[in-house]
Nanobody, 128 residues
Framework: QVQLVESGGGLVQAGGSLRLSCAVSGRTFSRSAMGWFRQAPGKEREFVAAAGWYGSRTYYADSVKGRFTISRDNAENTVYLLMNSLKPEDTAVYYC?????????????????????WGQGTQVTVAS
């Protein structure tokens, strides 16, 4: 049974930082691309960041580029999202997701329907 368990969300002041973690079990982690998505109330789920197989390449939404960093520890089957310079508009439920799709360009990784497995989400609230 595949499980993705996120942690690390919380309340932070604007300009602050948080690090989200997602522990993965039940699938071959190194041969999985990992993504982070977020969903704010009343909005669609949107792509935040992704790391390809083995973490060799990373991809970011323009809205978080330069502020967020995705990384993965293949020995611990865990993916992280370090979020710096947080803004109130970053407030959302953050989800990690896993896919066995290999994309040399990363084009598939921004699509929620490319991912087979999802975590339960963790709330991030940025106060102004």
């Amino acid at each position: 049974q595949v499980q993705l368990v996120e942690s690390g969300g919380g309340l932070v002041q604007a300009g602050g930082s948080l690090r989200l973690s997602c522990a993965v079990s039940g699938r071959t982690f190194s041969r999985s691309a990992m993504g982070w998505f977020r969903q704010a109330p009343g909005k669609e789920r949107e792509f935040v960041a992704a790391a390809g197989w083995y973490g060799s390449r990373t991809y970011y939404a323009d809205s978080v580029k330069g502020r967020f960093t995705i990384s993965r520890d293949n020995a611990e089957n865990t993916v992280y999202l370090l979020m710096n310079s947080l803004k109130p508009e970053d407030t959302a439920v953050y989800y990690c997701a896993a896919t066995g799709i290999y994309s040399s360009t990363g084009a598939s990784y921004s699509r929620p329907d490319a991912y087979a497995d999802w975590g339960q989400g963790t709330q991030v609230t940025v106060a102004s």
